[in-house]
């Protein structure tokens, strides 16, 4: 059965809809979730898979353009289609043109939503077939590379980000390089490597640093399409250009590489309890240390004050959280540790170049 979405402001709008006799077996389709508006409809999809959203376009917080537009940018539902009155005809046809499956006049008709269904369905089959048909080349291209992939490179590179070797981002050259020799730079092939690159590398790392989906978000990495670029040259610069910000991003956030350095532990306490309220006195007390000297020993191994990196680890954090989305200003200052939320800003501002509000505007998060 396929899950759909109903998205009404108006009870009676809903009411309409649900009493239609087409969703207890008649169709593919049941309703699976209600929502009041565009915001609580993108709730929903954060947590629920849905295949087709049926929306009015006039409502409160976020419309059905608006919504439409979030669906389609960030993919979380193949299919939308929008309710509309008469006069809100213009706004149907902007839709379309935004990547509406279609659009439904009110009242809506039985005989009309039957043949829009059996359209949906026709197009979430097609669309599955697809997926399963490139998954399936994907596989088998996977299991011809196997033989033909750079492992001794990959090694190199899983090793120097294990160690932080300054020498990483060569380290990240040469395995681009050797993946375009052996895939001829054919750029599906190369695609391919680069991904299975990634995906290696990330799977080899997450135990050391089990702190990093706090502070960036992997699944822009892991989610690149290097098939998709103009050439194998180009997607080998992308996934350079990647892996050197994500090797910045840890070493500018983590200090040293052996868990026995003070420097490495210090900052290991900080990142893995970042979302608490942190002194310098409680790190001080949980290593068995005098505070002067911790702190002291703190800068000379790393040249920064130790206040200061904390803060430095706060600000990061509250970075993710805001690109996030889901949580207000304050709410974000109190989760660090920050009782007073102006104060928060501005040290945010001070870190960050732009205040907590111009970042998340920034970031699209809602």
């Excluded at 008469?86 to 039957?114: H, N, T």
């Excluded at 990959?154 to 932080?164: Q, S, Y």
Aim: neutral net charge; proline residues 2%; hydrophobic residues 40%.
């Amino acid at each position: 059965m396929y899950k759909v979405m109903l998205v009404d402001d108006m009870d009676i709008g809903l009411r309409q809809l649900k009493r239609l006799k087409l969703w207890n077996g008649e169709t593919d389709f049941c309703i699976a979730a209600e929502a009041k508006n565009g915001q609580e409809a993108l709730d929903i999809l954060q947590k629920d898979r849905i295949d087709l959203i049926i929306t009015d376009i006039k409502m409160p917080k976020i419309d059905g353009i608006e919504l439409l537009k979030e669906v389609t940018e960030k993919s979380l539902c193949p299919c939308v289609v929008l309710l509309s009155d008469y006069e809100d005809f213009s706004y149907a046809k902007r839709g379309i043109r935004y990547g509406a499956f279609d659009y439904l006049s009110k009242p809506v008709k039985y005989e009309d939503i039957v043949k829009l269904l059996g359209r949906v369905g026709q197009f979430l089959r097609k669309k599955k077939y697809e997926s399963e048909l490139v998954k399936n080349l994907e596989v088998r291209l996977e299991e011809k590379m196997e033989d033909h992939f750079p492992t001794a490179e990959m090694d190199l590179l899983i090793e120097a980000f294990l160690k932080k070797q300054p020498d990483t981002p060569v380290i990240t050259d040469r395995l681009a390089e050797a993946i375009l020799v052996i895939s001829d730079k054919d750029l599906l092939k190369a695609g391919m490597s680069f991904k299975k690159a990634v995906s290696e590398l990330f799977q080899r790392i997450s135990e050391q640093y089990g702190w990093l989906d706090m502070f960036i978000d992997t699944s822009i990495l892991k989610s690149i399409d290097f098939s998709g670029f103009n050439s194998a040259d180009e997607a080998a610069a992308a996934f350079g250009q990647s892996v050197r910000t994500l090797f910045e991003s840890i070493t500018g956030l983590e200090y040293g590489c052996d868990p026995e350095q003070m420097e490495n532990r210090i900052s290991r306490c900080v990142l893995m309890s970042v979302d608490q309220y942190i002194t310098i006195e409680g790190i001080a007390r949980s290593m068995y240390m005098n505070r002067k000297y911790l702190s002291e020993a703190f800068r000379q191994k790393t040249g920064e004050l130790l206040i200061e990196y904390i803060t430095k680890v706060k600000m990061k954090r509250a970075a993710r959280l805001l690109g996030l989305g889901g949580r207000k200003t304050y709410e974000i200052a109190l989760l660090l540790g920050f009782r007073d939320a102006e104060y928060f800003s501005r040290l945010f501002k001070k870190h960050m170049g732009v205040s907590p509000s111009e970042y998340r505007s920034n970031m699209g998060a809602q």
